[in-house]
């Protein structure tokens, strides 16, 4: 249908003259001029089409459809979709029906060479590294200047209150003005670190929150979706915070109990789900749609939660409950095929509808019986007062409603592999080497067909020569059964020539394209670790080169990625804000994402200590000062930089001082050991001696009663002198 007319010629806004237009037979001024279909359509899971009476919507379902339509078919007549069905293909390594059928018209086989596969395996590899570790990803720290807190503004000014009070009634004076203005001085900076230190503590708290809602959430697995989307499609959404409800097990009172939880997580969206309005630029302005999924059983779940319309669940699950119902659009069919999800009636029971953001009249809520917020905030019944809402559509009925609250963020963003300036969608490496694809890929049949030719040897049969009963088929030592050709008696019944082999030109057309992808995406093969590599990547220092310049285009893409992950975590922390119980985690608090300062920092750390570690080995003086703490600090800087257990290169703190202690019992006891083996030593040397002096004792004993003197005798001295004793004795020396 055209309804070009709807729209002013030159800037494409609607056109006021037609604020209420007739399609069908069908006033669409409720919808706020989105045109809309005589009678929208939906797919019964037989595929067979099935009308949705249109008074049976409310004004809000009708203007929320009419969105919708509005949505899928601007991003069907701008080539989005089937530029993402041609991404899918492209990455399955699959061709079209139709190139199919021409190549099997020409006789070509259908290979197709995986050169995008690997690229966006080595581009997920990549991207993931830095953003898979939720804990090392994300920091929350305080703010330069925190704002102040009014307990301890409060309490520092009470103490100085109390300080002066105390002056006064000590001196029976009140102190000079300027005196009190020195003292509030001086007070002013314990002021500021009793605020720094609780705004540190307060940030610390709400850290551990939030690595705890990450573990608890799976942020591995869904920022690796997200990626894994991005780097195929080139365009990805991510939600934060998605509230969840679910039974787990939980340790009461010691034991083991199954109880309902709250808890925060994260969802990477599939692209073929998302459908912003035409001319939108972001995820925080203009309508946006989503298509979501339920199942009946998550689906009746919500009868009894706030802001979901119960009696409109169950009018869905009544219709719908046990047949399922499909939000189709025109890929879904071939998005299935390529998924091997073949069947037109897969996921039975599966409840398609679409999330919407957008604003809505106040009349358009008061058409599903919402009269106030959740603040009792009164609802205007007009159609000039607009409420920016959040709602879930199903089958013509909104099941769930929201109005968001000022300021308030959509909890969805988009992350672009590369950015297109002026557009909602971004490409990816698929995109960019769409046609080096197919240049590979004509290349390759070709070095298979010329390969094949050239192998065996080719056979020029003469018909006339052949006989009737021969099969005509080739093998080695085969009788060829031939006859005389009576038209020409001279010619060979068979005859035989090679076909020259061209794959070593083939084959470098093929590498050319094949490195100029790498330059193209700025992906390299050796990326991957592949031991393809030519010219300066075959040395180290050619490689590491090649990496900087590599790591240059990739740069761009980690920061499209962490301005993504900052908001949502910033969405998370704001979330815990607002209604969190625990007033302790509160605080003005910043959010660090460190996916490009880790990308960029962290080869450079590694190499940075290594040199200082060498120039410690090379200077005495310097390795004279060094402690086995401290290098084990060293060391242990070096194993995280290179994304190493920190207890691969050198032990803990703690098990370093274990260590010494026990070297140093292990000193003491060999010392002590010594000591014990030196007085044994010593205790037999006595020994022999004492052993020695008894002995002679007993000699000299034995000596006396025989007669014969054998110690030592008294002496005299001639000339009748008195011995040595004696003269001593006297006092002659």
Known sequence: MDNGNLKDAESGALNPDVASVKLGGKDNAAFGGVPQADSPKVLTPMGDAEDIPVD?????????????????????????????????????????????????????????????????????????????????????????????????????????LQDIAEVIRKTGKVPPAGLIQQYAALKRPLIEQAIEEEAQSKALRMEKVIHDDMIEGNWSDHIHNLIGYTCVYGTAGFRSPVIRIKRRNTWVDGKVKMEKRVYRTFEAVDPFDIFPAPGMMDTQEGNLCVRVRYNPISLAAYREVPLWI?????????????????????SDFERRSLTAQHSTIDNVGSIEGYEFWGSVSGAMLHSIGMEEDTKKNKIANTSYDWYEVNAIVIAGKVVYCRIMESGEERPIDVVKFYDTPGSFWGRGPLQLIASLQRICNAAGRAIVMNTGFSALPQAIVDMLSMDPRDDMKMRPGKAWATRQNGSN????????????????????????????????????????????????????????????????????????????????????????????????IKGDVNIEVTGLKYFSTKTARANDILNLIGKLGQDQRMAALQTPERLAKLMREIAISMDLPPETLAPTTEELRREQEKQRQQALAQQKAIEQEQGRVQGEELEKIDAKGRADARARAAGRGAGTPLGPQPTTTPKGRPPYASRKKGGQQ
């Open 56 to 160: 049976t919507r409310t004004a809000m379902a009708a203007y929320c459809d009419g969105v919708w339509e509005a949505a899928k078919s601007d991003r069907e007549s701008n080539g989005i979709e089937d530029e993402l069905v041609a991404c899918l293909r492209q990455f399955r390594g699959k061709y079209t029906a139709e190139e199919e059928q021409e190549l099997e018209a020409s006789g070509f086989p259908k290979v197709y060479f995986p050169l995008s596969e690997h690229k966006v395996h080595t581009a997920v590899a990549w991207v993931d590294e830095f953003f898979s570790n939720g804990e090392t990803l994300v920091n929350v720290k305080h703010t330069p200047i925190p704002e102040m807190e009014t307990d301890i503004v409060k309490e520092t000014f009470m103490s100085s």
């Open 310 to 330: 119960k009696s409109a669940v169950e009018e869905v699950l009544e219709k719908y409950g046990s047949t399922g119902y499909k939000q189709e659009v025109s």
């Open 489 to 584: 008696p001279n010619s060979k019944p068979i005859s035989f020539f090679t076909v020259e082999s061209n794959a070593k030109s083939i084959t470098d057309v093929f590498e050319f394209f094949q490195r100029l992808a790498d330059e193209v995406t700025g992906i390299p093969a050796y990326a991957n670790g592949t031991d393809a590599a030519v010219g300066a990547a075959r040395t180290a220092t050619g490689l590491n080169m090649l990496f900087g310049a590599a790591n240059r285009g990739i740069k761009k893409v980690i920061s499209n990625f962490d301005a993504v992950v900052k908001k949502a975590i910033n969405r998370l922390c704001a979330w815990h804000m607002r209604y969190n119980p625990d007033e302790s």
